[in-house]
């Protein structure tokens, strides 16, 4: 059995919820109704997760971030601090008579937040929406449209302004990225041996850089787009509008 959720005296935190093992619930946060957060969960001061929220294990929810009813947050995601996850198409306090609105006068629609993705601080999602696996949203954004897996976006509205792999890290293409390695490495070579031409070096070195069956980016053959996280090392190819890890 794992520990016990931690929830600080001043948390409003429904009877009617379910926090996981090991979820923290911090000072003058608010938990609805029905709300569900997996384990080891983290929910920072202020914030709000509304009724009916279903929430993955290790998230976390920063201060004064606002969950709105009907969001759904996969395993792994982050939400930045005085994030809004919106629900309401048209947003309006009276009807068109003059009558104040009830919940029966208007439609919930949520935000859908997959594996892994994180959304920076001060941004609006606006729903519907759905933000790709391991996407990242840059902070201070306005997302009005679906974000790819991996994608990193930015502004507003939030534009795609290159891919992210799992470790948040802007990817490089791979090309440049042997390329710039290749051409160091040619000229430690070139000095060594002048009968070589540093063309021929980096020819060599270039073709070992490739993953296995796989071609750099750019490359004629195979027509694969290929990046590389500059942290982790890892290699990711282009496929449709998203990407994916090359396994080694």
Request: net charge negative; hydrophobic share 45%.
């Amino acid at each position: 059995m794992g520990n016990p959720p931690r929830i600080i005296d001043s948390a409003d935190v429904s009877d009617e919820a379910v926090i996981g093992d090991g979820s923290s619930v911090w000072h003058l946060a608010q938990v609805r109704e029905h709300a569900v957060l997996g384990e080891n969960c983290i929910v920072g001061r202020g914030a709000y997760i509304g009724e009916g929220v279903h929430m993955g294990k290790n998230c976390k929810v920063q201060n004064y971030a606002l969950v709105y009813e009907p969001a759904t947050i996969a395993d792994g995601v982050f939400i930045g601090p005085a994030v809004v996850l919106t629900n309401d198409h048209f947003p309006r306090a009276v009807n068109a008579d003059g009558s104040l609105k009830s919940a029966q006068d208007w439609e919930q629609v949520g935000v859908t937040i997959d594996e892994g993705a994180a959304i920076g601080a001060r941004s609006v999602c606006v729903a519907p929406v759905r933000i790709g696996a391991w996407a990242l949203v840059a902070a201070g954004s306005v997302v009005v449209k679906d974000v790819p897996p991996f994608a990193l976006v930015a502004g507003v509205p939030a534009r795609q302004i290159g891919w992210v792999g799992h470790a948040g890290v802007k990817l490089v293409p791979a090309s440049e990225d042997a390329a710039e390695s290749v051409g160091e490495s040619a000229g430690e070579d070139a000095g060594k041996n002048a009968s070589e031409s540093a063309a021929e070096i980096a020819g060599a070195k270039l073709a070992d850089a490739q993953p296995a069956g796989a071609k750099l980016a750019g490359t004629q053959t195979a027509g694969v787009k290929l990046w590389r996280c500059p942290k982790s090392g890892d290699v990711y190819e282009e496929v449709g509008n998203t990407i994916r890890k090359v396994e080694a």
